[in-house]
């Protein structure tokens, strides 16, 4: 992927979009404009063409350079640059789904792609999730897993267990209950593996109380 476009320049009926490091890490299909055939091109005869058709034609965009390796700036076609204003807001949501799709397939492990990539303005609130250990305080006292400081019912913060950097969501099996001290200190980073066994109990612990103290309709739909 190009870095982002660093200056915007014009010259007669075209744009000119001048980046940084042009060929790095770029499939050669994104170096030829969209009517070329990529067959049997050299970076030479792939450059030459574009420039030689960007007044014949009406490809997306052409090179100022001779030679692949002097490329630092393409210049789009005026005609694009018409279609590419009235219809930014379908080409960007079209290009995101792509991308989200090409990040998904390569990260087949990564959960909530779509969250990382496009981060929501705020996250969701929390309310339920507090109410819901609140609840599991009034019946039974509760340690911090990584302090072992005995928490108090309107006195801890809910910790991601995982951090929402990476799993993007405030789902109730990652969240546990901490001081705010402790929770503040960890910020995004992974507990160490020596706390996964206090936090496996403490989760099962917090279901079977509210099984049986509230109920388990409820205790599934908020898990």
Known sequence: MTTAPSRLTSSPGCSCFLTSGIAVQVPRLF???WRFNPSFCSPYTLISRATCSIFRGAPLYCFTAEYQKNCN???LHPDWIQYLEENY????GWASWEWLNYMQQRNPNTPNVVKKLFMPQKRDSLTNQTKYWKTILEYRDIECIYSKVRLKKNEFSLDHYLPWSFVAHAQ???LIPTTKSVN???SNNLP???YFHDFVSLQDLGLTIYKQNVSQKKMLKRY
Do not use: A, D, M
Request: aromatic letters at 10%; a positive charge.
């Open 31 to 33: 170096f030829l404009p």
């Open 73 to 75: 700036t393409i210049i």
């Open 89 to 92: 807001t379908i080409v960007r």
């Open 172 to 174: 109730l099996w990652n």
């Open 184 to 186: 503040s200190s960890k």
């Open 192 to 194: 160490s593996g020596e």
